[in-house]
Nanobody
Framework: QEHVVESGGGLVQAGGSLALSCAAS????????MGWFRQAPGKEREGISC????????WYIDSVKDRFTLSRDNAKKSLDLQMNSLKPEDTAMYYC?????????????????WGQGTQVTVSS
């Protein structure tokens, strides 16, 4: 069973960058698609990006496409989200999660093994 821990959040000015990481434990990391979600106060948790178990394909929601890049290192059991050109509307708690589906839609019901999250705050 996978256990994940997110890190890398912080406070950044609009236009800046942050790199989030998700460290996984468990023997089956390379068998899971991995995703990042975010949740702003008063809003539902939103899926923003996912990558296949091999790392061969990643997909994004339109609002982060061309600004965020998702990658994984199965040997290190890690998942990285590089976030550039950050906007105040990117402010949220960010979570990583694992999915046993090959190419899951970015919906919470397709993911499990949630971490505790890391806070990202973008000031204007």
């Amino acid at each position: 069973q996978e256990h994940v821990v997110e890190s890398g959040g912080g406070l950044v000015q609009a236009g800046g960058s942050l790199a989030l990481s998700c460290a996984a434990s468990g023997a089956a990391f390379d068998g899971y698609a991995m995703g990042w979600f975010r949740q702003a106060p008063g809003k539902e948790r939103e899926g923003i990006s996912c990558i296949t178990s091999s790392g061969g394909r990643a997909w994004y929601i339109d609002s982060v496409k061309d600004r965020f890049t998702l990658s994984r290192d199965n040997a290190k059991k890690s998942l990285d989200l590089q976030m550039n050109s950050l906007k105040p509307e990117d402010t949220a708690m960010y979570y990583c999660a694992a999915s046993s589906f090959k190419s899951p839609p970015l919906k919470t019901s397709f993911f499990g093994h949630w971490g505790q999250g890391t806070q990202v705050t973008v000031s204007s």
